[in-house]
């Protein structure tokens, strides 16, 4: 079986040689690159089953270009590494693509957690063959070919933008609690992370919704959580 690849981004050698020593004794293949250029190069050569991506780089482009440019022409999961723990840049490394962050300093078992979640999500389970796709008014869900089609247009989600969206639409009109739905998507080491949860039904609306403020598809419920509204048929 061929072991998962894992491009590791970053200038800090001393943290790419530790990183890549715990993922390789994990059993995984890891490849490195060391600023912006060579990450891009990498990623399209490569084609690697994820990245670990530093937000400051040396070099032309910064960690969020590069998840961007990444992001035109593939839908590999990006986990950002920031030095400082600021909802501003989570919030723009979600909004360049990214599937989840960690912050720097981080311990082994840590990454491990992360890298084994967001690969479990990005693999994606067997989607049920009762519900394999969903129209509702001009926003189209197809669960099997992993696409989203509004007014006639592809909408370009994440992998994990997709599976959120998916636990959302395949309970129509069926509020899910914020625990159970962190739960289903990112795993129960998230089930209290709301801000996180918050983040990206921000930007999944901004992407399927005419006005993100007043939203016609993804619902909230204060307090309790999100419903994805459709009429039913």
Not at 155 to 167: G, I
Not at 190 to 203: F, P, Q, T, V
Request: charged share 30%.
């Amino acid at each position: 079986m061929k072991k998962p690849t894992i491009l590791v981004v970053d200038d800090e050698m001393r943290l790419v040689k530790l990183v890549k020593t715990n993922l390789e004794a994990h059993g995984f293949e890891v490849s490195c690159a060391y600023d912006g250029s060579e990450a891009l190069r990498k990623a399209a050569m490569e084609n690697p089953d994820l990245i670990i991506l530093d937000i400051i780089l040396p070099g032309e482009f910064d960690g969020y270009e590069v998840c961007r440019r990444i992001r035109s022409f593939s839908r590999v999961p990006i986990i950002m590494l920031t030095a400082r723990a600021l909802e501003a840049d989570k919030v723009q490394g979600f909004d360049a693509g990214a599937d989840d962050y960690l912050t720097k300093p981080f311990g082994s078992q840590e990454l491990l957690s992360r890298v084994k979640a967001v690969l479990r999500r990005s693999g994606g389970e067997q989607q049920a063959k009762d519900t394999p796709s969903l129209k509702c008014a001009d926003l189209e869900i197809d669960f099997v070919q992993a696409s989203v089609v509004r007014s006639g247009r592809k909408v370009e989600l994440t992998a994990t933008e997709f599976r959120l969206l998916s636990e959302l639409a395949k309970h129509p009109n069926q509020l899910i609690l914020h625990e159970e739905l962190l739960t289903r998507v990112w795993g129960a080491d998230y089930r209290e992370e709301r801000d996180y949860l918050r983040a990206y039904i921000w930007h999944l609306r901004k992407k399927i919704e005419k006005d993100p403020s007043k939203p016609e598809y993804i619902i909230s419920r204060t307090g309790l959580g999100y419903m994805f509204r459709c009429p039913l048929s």
